[in-house]
């Protein structure tokens, strides 16, 4: 399936992004309360984009299911992952209401335009292509860490907030946008099959550089009013 294809290209990127010093730190059950800070304030605004980007999924939506789907998106974008920043502010014991208002940092400048970028010039499945990476990254990351995870580790709420469901499958809305995918695959030219998956990886990458723009806090160079 063309799903799979595409998992299997993005596998380098997955391991890099699993090794990774933060991610690496969650598994240890400890990261720098700075780097989750920035984590925090940088994943708001890039959710706040997300849920945009599902809008402009469910203006380009022909059926009522998939126009109920991306509400649903939306929805999750905007509030429900509130949670899994509140976790990560009690570890780092800071308060979420001061930290979700933040100007976007480059690498959030950059990937949110990637996405945007798609929602304009693509139809569904260049927007089901840019989007999967971050909660099918997020999927996986924790599947891999709760294997390891000690039992008093503090992440562990967090940790399980992106499992998925109890079978351990992923969540639903990734089975679904990956179903997009391969429903669409077989009428789908070589080329076409190619922009979709350079998106697709794309975004893992940029996934992975966003882990490293919290866990070095890199921000803009220059500071301006």
């Not at 509140?86 to 308060?95: H, M, N, P, S, T």
């Not at 840019?130 to 039992?151: D, F, G, H, K, Q």
Request: overall charge negative.
């Amino acid at each position: 399936m063309f799903s799979e294809e595409i998992k299997q290209a993005a596998q380098p990127i997955l391991h890099d992004i699993q090794q990774h010093p933060f991610v690496q730190g969650i598994q240890a059950g400890k990261v720098p309360s700075t780097a989750l800070a920035v984590y925090v304030e940088q994943d708001t605004c890039f959710l706040n984009a997300f849920a945009k980007v599902f809008a402009g999924a469910l203006v380009k939506s022909q059926t009522t299911e998939r126009m109920r789907f991306f509400s649903e998106q939306i929805q999750y974008s905007l509030a429900d992952e509130s949670a899994a920043h509140q976790i990560l502010c009690d570890i780092a014991g800071i308060e979420l209401t001061e930290h979700q208002h933040a100007e976007p940092r480059p690498l959030t400048a950059l990937y949110t335009e990637h996405l945007f970028t798609a929602v304009r010039e693509g139809d569904l499945l260049d927007i089901a292509a840019v989007v999967l990476p971050c909660p099918w990254t997020y999927n996986e990351i924790s599947r891999a860490i709760v294997e390891n995870a000690a039992p008093d580790n503090p992440f562990l709420s967090w940790i399980e907030f992106y499992q998925g469901d109890e079978e351990g499958t992923g969540d639903d809305s990734v089975t679904q946008l990956f179903a997009m995918l391969d429903e669409a695959a077989p009428k789908l030219s070589a080329q076409r099959k190619e922009e979709i998956t350079h998106r697709f990886l794309r975004s893992c990458e940029l996934e992975y550089d966003f882990w490293e723009q919290a866990y070095s806090q890199k921000d803009w160079k220059y500071q301006w009013k």
